[in-house]
Antibody
């Protein structure tokens, strides 16, 4: 059974940093592109970043470019999102999702990031 | 890039059919046959219902179908059931950055 479990969310002050993790199991992690998608409270879904299976291709939404860094460790079956210079508008549930080109067949349960002073 | 345009809400009675539209541009929906649809119940993660415009993942009811015409994609749900009440989001590949719609709240009357 495919499982994606996010962790690392919490309350952080504006300008602060946070690192999210996503532990994958039940599939060959190294064969799949992975993504972060977020959802602000009461709002819609927003794609944040994608990374190809071997980390050769990495993409970011304009809203996070230069502040967030996606990475993966295929040996540890883990996906990461390093978030720096956090802003109030980054407050959201962050989901880890497997897939590519906008088609995400598996999602984690999400981890809440709250940016507030 | 702006989000894809979806109606804020749609409603239907049990057994009826409804269609949710998703309008983009020639740079996203119109250029790629890579539109996906997601169902999200409150407090839950999104669930993939349609991918590549009209394909259903294993386990998704055949009451859900997808189509596209020009820059507009559509999700049709036939034989509405109470459990279909949820938020629905479209998503289109748009080069390196996928684009989501604003979401549509489906109410089953």
């Amino acid at each position: 059974e495919v499982q994606l479990v996010e962790s690392g969310g919490g309350l952080v002050k504006p300008g602060g940093s946070l690192r999210l993790s996503c532990a994958a199991s039940g599939f060959t992690f190294s064969s799949y592109s992975m993504n972060w998608v977020r959802q602000a409270p009461g709002k819609g879904l927003e794609w944040v970043s994608s990374i190809s299976s071997s980390s050769s291709y990495i993409y970011y939404a304009d809203s996070v470019k230069g502040r967030f860094t996606i990475s993966r460790d295929n040996a540890k079956n883990s996906l990461y999102l390093q978030m720096n210079s956090l802003r109030a508008e980054d407050t959201a549930v962050y989901y880890c999702a497997r897939g590519k080109s906008g088609s995400y067949g598996y999602w984690g349960q999400g981890t809440l990031v709250t940016v507030s002073s | 890039q702006s989000a894809l345009t979806q109606p804020a809400s749609v409603s239907g009675s049990p057994g009826q059919s409804i269609t949710i539209s998703c309008t983009g541009t020639s740079s996203d929906v119109g250029s790629y046959n890579l539109v996906s649809w997601y169902q999200q119940h409150p407090g839950k993660a999104p669930k993939l219902m349609i991918y590549e415009g009209s394909k259903r993942p294993s386990g998704v009811s055949n009451r859900f179908s997808g189509s596209k015409s020009g820059n507009t994609a559509s999700l049709t749900i036939s034989g509405l059931q109470a459990e279909d009440e949820a938020d629905y989001y479209c998503c289109s590949y748009a080069g390196s950055s996928p684009l989501f719609g604003g979401g549509t709240k489906l109410t089953v009357l």
